[in-house]
C-alpha cells in the first residue's frame, strides 16, 4: 500500500508540473520529447520503469528532487520496519522433524508384545511406543481415547462399542480394523497364550460389528472397564499363523509390527546373545495429528542404576528412565529432571505359608510395630518420600484416614511376642556374652532411632517357642536404597528379637525366580496400583498365584466379596464405602506391612522439548506424550 501511494503522488506531481509547465509555454525540443514521455506513462496507468524515472529531473526543480527522494528513502525505511516488526511478531518455531534420543533403562527387553508385557517393565515401554490401544493416558494420567474416534455405553453399564478412527495402518502399511481388536481379545483370552490379561477379559464377549466399529459386552458391570482397554492391539494379518501355545517363541515378539509413533527398526547384542539396545524409528504415517517428530528413539539396557548412572555420565545416554534419587552433577551434562505422581507404594509382604511363625498374627502385628517408616525414608530417601498406611493412596477413590494406623513402638511389639509365648533366649545362656550396651538397651525399648547401624543391629536375645526359633527371610532386588532399607528393617526386628537373614537378588532374576513362583517369606518390593484404585488384582484371593498380583497370598472371603461387589457398581459413593470396609479388614489381618510412596523421577536431556507430562499410572507412561517431544525446530509464518 505504501509503494501504490509513492507512485500515485508521483504520477499526480507529474501532472501538476505539466499544468504548470503548459501555461508558462515553450519547450526545447528535448524537453517536449521528454515530457511526452512521460505522460504517456501516466495516460497507459503504468508504473514507471527505473529507466523513465530517472526523467524526473526534466519537471522537478533540485528541491523537488530532493523531497522526492527523501519521500522514497521514508516509504523504503517504513516498509522494512513494517516488515521486520511483521517477521517478528508473527515468525515463530515449531518442532521440526529429527534427532535422536538415547536413554539408558534398567532390566532387558523379553516380549515386545502387550499380551505379555505386563511382566516387564522394559517390555511395557517399548510397547508403548509400539502399540496403539482403544485408550490411552494423557499429561494428567486420565484416560482419552487413542484408536477410537467415540465411543458409547449402553444404559446397564455392561456392553461398550467403539469407532476406529479412519486411516489407521500398521507398520507394514496393512490398515487396522475392528478384526484386528476382535483378534487381540481372543489371543487374551486363549489360555494357550497365557496372557497376563487373561483374568480381566475371560467373561467378556467381544464382537466386530464391521470394519471400523467393535463392542465388548460383560457379564457384569465393570467400573474399572475403560481403564483396561490401555493394552496394545495386535495385527491379525502377522499373528493369525502363530500357534499359540509357541506364541513366546514367535520373532514378533522381538520384532515387532504395531501401529503407534515408532516402529522396530533394530537391536544390538552382546557376545553371550543379551540384548544390550534396541532402537525404534518414528512411524512417518502415524494417524495422531501432531508428532511424532523426534526421528529414532534408542534404549540401552543395564543391570543395575549404578551402571545406568555410568552410561549417563560418560555420554553414553542422553537420559535415564528411572532414577531413585537424583545424580549428583559430576558432568557438564545438565540433565532436565522430571517428577512424576505415581500411584505406587512400597510394602513388605509376608508369604504365610513359607514360614510358621509368620502365620501368626501376633508375629506379624510385632514386625509391624518394631518398623520405623520416617527411619527408613530418611535413611534411604534424604526424607523424600510420602509414608503410606494402606493400598489406597491419597487422592484416591477409598483413601481414608480413619482407619487407626500402627505407629513405631518396640516395646509393644516385644510385649505382644511375651505374650504369644515366644520365649526369649539370651546369648549368655548358652556360653556367649552379650556386647549389648546400656546405651542400646535404652534405646531400643524408648525406640530411639538416632543409633547407627553397628550399635542396633547387635543381638541381644533370640526367640524360640516349641523348641522352633523364630527366623526368617528377607528378600529385596540388588539396589542401593532397597539394601539400605532391608539392613534398617533386620537391625529392627532383631531388636526385639526376630533373627532375620537377607536375600539379595538381581533385578532381572526378581519376576522369573522370586515373585513368580513366590519363592520369598518376606518380601520387600513396590506395587504400581494405577489410577483407577481396584485393589482385585493386588487382593483378591484368585489373584495369589503367578500372573495374579497379590503378593501376601491373602485369602479372605469377606474381602472377596466386598472387591467383587465394589467392581460391579458405578456409584462412587458405594466403590468408596466397600473400599474402606476392605481397608479396615485388611489393616487388622497384617497380610503385609505398608511403607513408603515414590515420586518417579526422569531424567531426560534439556535439548528435549514438549515433554508435558505430571502425573503418570506406570513407569511406561511416561511416553504417553511422545508425539509432542521434539528436537529440532524451524521458523513458520503464522498470524
Known amino acids: 500500500m505504501i509503494g501504490a501511494s509513492l507512485v500515485s503522488g508521483i504520477i499526480n506531481y507529474f501532472h501538476t508540473i505539466g499544468k504548470k509547465l503548459s ?55 517504513g516498509s522494512i520496519v513494517l516488515g521486520t516488526v511483521l517477521y517478528k511478531n508473527n515468525i515463530v518455531r515449531i518442532p521440526a522433524n529429527g534427532g535422536e534420543y538415547v536413554e539408558a ?27 496403539s490401544s482403544l485408550m490411552k493416558l494423557d499429561e494428567q494420567g486420565s484416560l482419552i481415547p487413542d484408536l477410537m474416534e467415540e465411543y458409547v455405553i449402553d444404559e446397564n453399564q455392561t456392553t461398550y462399542t467403539f469407532t476406529i478412527k479412519e486411516g489407521v495402518t500398521w507398520h507394514d502399511g496393512e490398515p487396522l480394523t475392528a478384526q484386528d481388536v476382535l483378534f487381540t481379545v481372543q489371543s487374551i483370552q486363549d489360555q494357550n497364550f497365557k496372557s497376563p490379561l487373561y483374568i480381566t477379559f475371560r467373561n467378556v464377549q467381544v464382537r466386530a460389528i464391521d470394519n471400523r466399529t467393535v463392542s465388548f459386552t460383560l457379564a457384569e458391570p465393570f467400573a474399572p472397564f475403560l ?7 495386535l495385527p491379525e494379518h502377522l499373528w493369525a499363523d502363530v500357534d499359540p501355545s509357541h506364541a513366546i517363541l514367535a520373532e514378533l515378539n522381538l520384532k515387532p509390527v504395531g501401529s503407534g509413533p515408532y516402529q522396530f527398526s533394530q537391536f544390538a547384542k552382546d557376545k553371550k546373545g543379551n540384548i544390550k539396545e534396541y532402537t525404534l524409528k518414528r512411524f512417518n504415517n502415524y494417524y495422531s495429528d501432531e508428532g511424532p517428530y523426534i526421528k529414532t528413539i534408542t534404549l540401552k539396557f543395564f543391570s543395575s542404576f549404578e551402571e545406568a548412572q555410568d552410561a549417563f555420565v560418560s555420554g553414553n545416554a542422553d537420559g535415564i528412565g528411572f532414577l531413585p534419587q537424583i545424580i549428583p552433577q559430576t558432568t557438564s551434562k545438565a540433565p532436565k529432571v522430571h ?57 484416591m477413590l477409598g483413601y481414608t484416614e480413619s482407619i487407626p494406623s500402627t505407629l513405631f513402638d518396640p516395646a509393644q511389639a516385644e510385649k505382644i511376642l511375651d505374650a504369644a509365648g515366644w520365649e526369649r533366649v539370651y546369648p549368655s545362656e548358652n556360653g556367649i556374652e552379650t556386647t549389648e550396651t546400656t546405651e542400646t538397651i535404652e534405646a531400643r525399648t524408648q525406640g530411639n532411632t538416632s543409633l547407627g547401624t553397628e550399635e ?28 539400605t532399607i532391608a539392613e534398617a528393617l533386620r537391625d529392627r526386628w532383631q531388636g526385639i528379637g526376630v533373627t532375620v537373614n537377607l536375600n539379595i537378588v538381581d ?44 503378593l501376601a497370598l491373602y485369602q479372605n472371603k469377606a474381602v472377596d466379596a466386598l472387591l467383587e461387589d465394589a467392581r460391579k457398581t458405578s456409584d462412587i459413593a458405594e466403590r468408596e464405602k466397600k473400599y474402606i470396609e476392605f481397608q479396615t479388614q485388611l489393616s487388622q489381618d497384617v497380610p503385609a506391612i505398608f511403607l513408603y510412596s ?42
Open 23 to 77: 501555461r508558462r509555454g515553450g519547450y526545447s525540443l528535448t524537453e517536449k520529447t521528454d515530457q511526452n514521455f512521460v505522460f504517456e506513462v501516466i495516460r497507459e496507468k503504468r508504473i514507471p520503469s527505473l529507466t523513465q524515472i530517472k526523467y524526473i529531473g526534466k519537471f522537478y526543480s533540485e528541491t523537488e528532487v530532493l523531497i522526492t527522494k527523501i519521500a522514497i528513502f521514508l516509504a523504503l525505511t
Open 105 to 131: 533403562v534398567i532390566g532387558a527387553p523379553t516380549y515386545i508384545n502387550p499380551l505379555f508385557s505386563q511382566a516387564n517393565d522394559v517390555d511395557q515401554d517399548i510397547t508403548r511406543l509400539v502399540f
Open 227 to 233: 481403564s483396561v482397554l490401555t493394552f496394545g492391539i
Open 339 to 395: 517428577k512424576f505422581a505415581l500411584p505406587q507404594y512400597t510394602a513388605l509382604f509376608f508369604n504365610q505359608a513359607s514360614n510358621p511363625g509368620l502365620k501368626e498374627k501376633e508375629v506379624r502385628l510385632a514386625l509391624a510395630l518394631a518398623t520405623s517408616k520416617q527411619e527408613i525414608i530418611d535413611t534411604a530417601f534424604g526424607g523424600d518420600a510420602v509414608p503410606v498406611d494402606r493400598p489406597i493412596l491419597a487422592g
Open 456 to 483: 542396633t543391629s547387635s543381638i541381644l536375645y533370640t526367640r524360640e517357642k516349641n523348641k522352633a526359633q523364630l527366623e526368617l527371610t528377607l528378600t529385596t532386588i540388588q539396589r542401593e536404597e532397597s539394601i
Open 507 to 550: 533385578l532381572a532374576r526378581i519376576q522369573k525366580d522370586i515373585i513368580k513362583p513366590r519363592a520369598y517369606e518376606v518380601l520387600l518390593f513396590g506395587q504400581i496400583i494405577g489410577k483407577d484404585p481396584d485393589p482385585y488384582p493386588f487382593w483378591h484371593s484368585s489373584q495369589a498365584n503367578d500372573p495374579g498380583l497379590n
Open 598 to 639: 515414590l515420586e518417579y523421577t526422569y531424567l531426560t536431556p534439556s535439548d528435549i522439548k514438549g515433554i508435558s507430562t505430571e502425573r503418570i499410572n506406570h513407569p511406561s507412561d511416561r511416553f504417553s506424550n511422545i508425539t509432542t517431544w521434539y528436537i529440532k525446530t524451524k521458523k513458520s509464518l503464522q498470524f
